[in-house]
């Protein structure tokens, strides 16, 4: 029980003096879900093991489990420090040589060091490694140094020193520092993030309650899993400065170590007396619940989530009142995203005048991308704002898989826009994403290349949308529904001229009279590759052929005689029994009964497959 | 024995191009008791009419059959005619055919004149037993009542009591406007809802032929059209009316504001089966009574039964205190709840864009073979469920499939290792 912030600077300092005595290895390994799902929890439990099995004592080498750290494309990782030696992929059986060779004898393993795809050079140390040499990684950097289970090890790099900190301030002044610092809402919406605040603070009600929208996808789930201490420490300064003796997380409950983290946390916390009655004898008293929603894509909506909290289904409702008004049960209620409530500790430590050095002009700080699609290196990075695309696809990305073309990248999750080749000097920051027709969105960052049709992709997202769409208002529901029929149409070779002015009159009208932002938004995807693609669409329209060959109405196979070794692979690989042909000798496709399902494309070992 | 007489129109081609005519002439002139048949290119025509009324006066004819288009169109026209030539116009009958017999089997004439026939048969078989009514007059009751106080609700009371009738407009909310005041802009002319409606209701209000029944809900309705007997139930208001002046102070202050109102709690329980309790009891008590718990309620019986079992919506809706209705709207809303059993594993496909990209559906569509199931299907032996869901938060990993709470990155050409630890996957 920490009773006061002397206690608290005390604990740390003992904390931190036993880990700079400490001469021994440290082997962090990533156990997030990604490098779980790969197998990080049983290479765990064999490292401990194997430990065991030489004797080694905690001197000499300690393992320590931790979250995301972001590569989750090489999973699993393992970072052995001090050095920061990075190994990557590791399989269960490398597990004894890591310790015969790495720990005991102070050798590199070859075989498990990063390749760079790019130079093809061995990489051994983190640092020297592309994907994380260009990234600033002011809240990530801790999940590699601590155990997200245990609270020493948040307090041991200067955790809750913020809120011991700001205890000491008057409310007002921790609301301005925040505004000084120019944080804006990393929900998507870039609302000024201290305005949000002054707005709750004025509000005259005896009950408020802050929330932190956790319902996110691939962000929301590796801070709630790897550094969760960082939120509560975030929403209990938050709640001070408004006036709050309630806060909720909302977490989907399709995450579950999420969820045991976050409990573990607020149990160890309360313990620990930062959370409860009285906090660091300041006279505050706070309570965090955690509160499970269903996983829908309405569900991050601000009003929709509240709603779930409430214990309704997750449907937004009109805002003329803003949730700093009447909010959750119509109190005055400040609802954050969750990487905002991480960076309110940074903010009160370092001061706003550190923060806001970092980022663009109107855009400060860093900002965490999910990184996929058809890159080298995928995962999660956290970049200062204003960073041009082309330094995140190139640099930290490593560029395209098999040195294909780059043709789009979509920003900001299924509503945001793709944003073309042309652009890729556009810096990632609130306003310059607005200009370019996306959004920040969810900061899902998804890179096609030129095997991607773009009319097929924008098909592809209003689909999920039309699906996500919880009925509410019309234009949204039925909007949606027509602009999919319009684009099936086009991808079935059934397109006619006057179907693009369509599109753009039902995307105008969805945008501007859908009640909320999942509608508002949703026909961004149509409205970006109108406008940078118009020549796909015309194609597919006017020639009835798509570029990409993607869309399989409009395309067909054909077997190149000349190239055709006679090997038979397609025939007895074909689903329908369309190819046939003696062995040896040339075969050919009947396109009355090829189903265009690409098999024989797939597995024709010398091209000689053609796509029309 | 009654003498019926059957014209035939052309409509110009529109008829005779499908239906044969000749043909159709001589089959109808042969069923019992039509003692005329004619035909004529244009019936409707000022001489075709003429040609029905002296038809029926020269053969004496006490029925009458007219084939072609719609009776919507025509009936009035023949009816008006047999009436001015002596006959009771319920004694004329139309045979449409030619929305029913040329036009849709266009194609194919001989069809055509076969279906002519039958549908002519069916009006004289009807004719024969239609009786000759007398128009009567009756008073009724000039009054309307409008259920629903929404915008349709208000413009149908405004334009009934300009009319000059005196008008009850029911509605079950403290106000009238329903959900189209609370819109910021209507589509597709992003009109101001406001501005639209607010002068409507307060014309409601002045209307001095509408009488407001606001905060109330119609229990009972009996009658017919001129004679309906309606019993309106108005919902108690806890205050005076004549003093109320509307502040709102009142509902800022009460300390239970906002919440449900609960009329009668019904006890489903006490018809169910005690071993269901015990299962069910460890996720619902710790929240008897927090309406506000339902959805992390469902969420722990939906993981604890794999679905929702029927008593399961009702045992919560008892406990918690929660309509049933609002049970069931939360439980279909969300598709991590299934009203349907679920197999003992349940897949999940993650069907989130980065995982689309990397071949998801592909995925989804092996998977679908292996198990011989579709997206939202369970196996026959109960085995296997098999979902599409949304991002999982694993990008890197794509495409990502869950199997009950792990995640696995699978292989689009080969889901089958996916399977291998639960014993081998299915029969297949």
């Known amino acids: 029980m920490i009773k006061n912030s002397q206690q608290l600077n005390a604990f740390a300092k003992e904390i931190q003096t036993k880990k700079e005595k400490y001469k021994g290895k440290t082997i962090a390994i990533c156990n997030g879900s990604s490098c779980r799902a790969l197998g990080a929890d049983k290479i765990t439990q064999l490292i401990r093991d194997e430990i065991k099995k030489h004797n080694l004592d905690v001197d000499v080498v300690n393992v320590l489990t931790t979250g995301c750290h972001g590569f989750c494309e090489r999973g699993p990782l393992m970072i052995i420090q001090p050095e920061e030696i990075f190994y990557q992929k590791i399989k269960p059986e490398d597990v004894p040589e890591i310790i015969t060779e790495t720990i005991i004898d102070d050798r590199i393993i070859d075989k498990l060091i990063y390749n760079d795809p790019k130079t093809k050079k061995k990489i051994v140390y983190k640092p020297d490694i592309s994907f994380y040499k260009k990234q600033m990684r002011l809240l990530f950097e801790s999940n590699e140094h601590i155990n997200p289970k245990k609270i020493d090890d948040y307090i041991g790099i200067g955790g809750y020193s913020a809120l011991a900190k700001a205890l000491t301030m008057e409310p007002e002044a921790i609301i301005e520092e925040i505004l000084k610092a120019g944080l804006r809402g990393r929900g998507g919406g870039g609302f000024l993030t201290g305005w949000k605040w002054k707005f709750c603070r004025n509000e005259k009600n005896d009950t408020k309650y802050v929330i932190c929208n956790a319902a996110g996808a691939f962000i929301a789930r590796s801070i709630s899993e790897g550094n969760p201490h960082s939120v509560i420490e975030g929403m209990i300064i938050g709640a001070y400065a408004i006036g709050a003796y309630k806060g909720y997380i909302y977490v989907r409950h399709g995450y579950p170590l999420a969820i045991e983290n976050f409990n573990l946390a607020i149990e160890s916390a309360k313990e620990f007396g930062i959370l409860g009655q009285n906090i660091l004898e300041s006279g505050f008293d706070f309570e965090i619940v955690i509160s499970r929603g269903c996983g829908e894509f309405i569900a991050g909506e601000s009003s929709a989530l509240i709603a779930s909290i ?77 960073i041009t695309l082309r330094e995140v696809i190139f640099d930290i990305g490593g560029g395209m898989i098999n040195g294909k073309k780059f043709k789009a990248v979509q920003i900001g999750g299924p ?36 095997d991607n049709c773009m009319v097929d992709t924008a098909k592809f997202f209003i689909k999920y949308l039309m699906d996500e769409s919880c009925g509410k208002c019309t234009p949204c529901r039925e909007g949606l529904v027509q602009m999919h029929d319009i684009l099936c149409q086009i991808t079935d070779g059934k397109g006619r001229e006057e179907h693009l002015d369509m599109l753009q009159e039902l995307a105008w009208g969805i945008a501007n009279t859908s009640l909320c932002q999942l509608g508002k ?23 009835k052929k798509c570029p990409a060959g993607v869309c399989k109405a409009l395309i067909e196979y054909i077997i190149d005689s000349e190239k055709c ?35 024989c494309y797939e597995v024709c070992p010398v091209n000689a497959v053609e796509r029309k | 024995m009654s003498r019926i007489g059957v014209f035939i129109c052309h409509c110009g081609h529109n008829i005779s191009g499908a239906v044969d005519i000749d043909a159709l002439k001589k089959k109808v002139a042969q069923i019992p008791d039509v003692t005329f048949v004619i035909d004529n290119p244009y019936l409707c025509s000022t001489p075709g009419q003429e040609l029905v009324g002296d038809m029926i006066k020269e053969h004496q004819l006490d029925a009458v059959v007219t084939s072609h288009c719609s009776p919507t169109l025509h009936e009035r026209t023949f009816r008006n005619v047999a009436a001015n030539s002596g ?76 009319g000059g009738h005196k008008v009850y407009l029911v509605e079950q909310d403290s106000t009238i406007g329903g959900k189209m005041i609370q819109l910021s802009e209507t589509f597709p002319t992003l009109d101001c809802p406001q501005c639209i409606m607010t002068p409507k209701m307060t014309d409601v209000a002045n209307h001095p032929n509408i009488e407001l029944l606001s905060y109330s809900e119609l229990d009972e309705l009996e009658g017919y059209i001129g004679n309906f007997k309606a019993k309106v139930r108005r919902k108690a ?33 006490e018809f169910m089966d005690k071993e269901f309790i015990e299962k069910i009891e460890p996720c619902v008590t710790p929240y008897v009574g927090q309406s506000s718990a339902l959805v992390q309620v469902l969420l722990d019986v939906n993981m604890k039964f794999n679905y929702l079992p029927q008593d399961a919506i009702k045992y919560v809706s008892e406990k918690l205190r929660v309509p049933l209705s609002k049970v069931y709207e939360v439980a279909t809303f969300h598709n991590v709840f ?31 073979k292996l198990l011989g199931i579709k997206s939202g299907e369970t196996t026959q032996d109960y085995k296997y469920s098999l979902m599409e869901v949304n991002c999982l938060g694993c990008c890197a990993l794509a495409p990502v499939v869950t199997i009950d709470d792990e995640y696995f990155h699978a292989d689009p050409s080969d889901v089958n290792p996916l399977f291998d630890r639960y014993e081998g996957g299915s029969d297949q």
Not at chain 1, 579 to 584: A, L, M, T
Not at chain 2, 111 to 126: G, H, M, N
Not at chain 2, 339 to 344: A, F, K, T, V, Y
Request: glycine share 8%.
């Open chain 2, 87 to 162: 006959l009771n116009p319920y004694k004329l009958e139309v045979a449409n055919i030619r929305e029913q017999a040329s036009w849709p089997h266009w194609h194919q004439p001989d069809l055509a004149t076969k279906k002519a026939f039958i549908i002519i048969c069916e009006s004289v078989a009807k004719v024969k037993r239609n009786m000759a009514l007398e128009e009567t007059s009756v008073p009724i009751t000039n009054r309307a009542m409008v259920i629903g106080g929404g915008v349709a609700g208000i413009q149908t009371a405004l334009d009934i009591a300009d």
């Open chain 1, 415 to 450: 509503s945001g826009g793709l944003v073309p080749e042309s652009l890729l000097d556009l810096h990632l920051d609130f306003d310059s994403l607005k200009e370019a027709g996306t959004i920040m969105g969810s900061s899902e960052m998804i890179v096609f290349d030129e």
């Open chain 2, 338 to 368: 299934s009203l349907e059993p679920r197999g003992e594993h349940i897949v999940g496909v993650c069907v989130g864009t980065a995982c689309c990209t990397k071949g998801a559906l592909k995925v989804l569509e092996e998977i679908e």
């Open chain 1, 565 to 599: 070794i006679g090997c038979t692979l397609c025939a007895k690989r074909c689903p329908v029994n369309a190819i046939s042909g003696e062995k040896k000798n040339p075969h050919e496709i009947d396109p009355m009964i090829c189903i265009k399902c690409g098999i």
């Open chain 2, 237 to 269: 208001r806890y205050i005076n009316e004549e003093k109320c002046t509307g502040c709102n102070d009142c509902t800022q202050e009460c300390p239970i504001y906002n919440q449900p109102m609960i009329r009668y709690a019904p006890k489903y329980s």
């Open chain 1, 310 to 386: 409430e214990g309704k289904a997750a449907i937004p409702r009109p805002k003329h009142i803003h949730a700093t008004e009447k909010g959750l049960w119509n109190r005055p209620t400040l609802l954050n995203n969750i990487e905002t409530w991480a960076n309110i500790p940074f903010i009160i430590n370092r001061g706003a005048d550190c923060y806001a050095s970092v980022g663009s002009e109107k855009s400060k700080g860093t900002k965490i991308f999910s990184l996929v699609g058809k890159v080298n290196s995928t995962g999660l990075i956290e970049v200062p704002m204003g």
């Open chain 1, 521 to 543: 938004s949703a026909p961004n995807p149509v409205l970006s590759t109108l406008k940078y693609f118009k020549d796909e669409y015309e194609t597919h329209i006017r020639d």
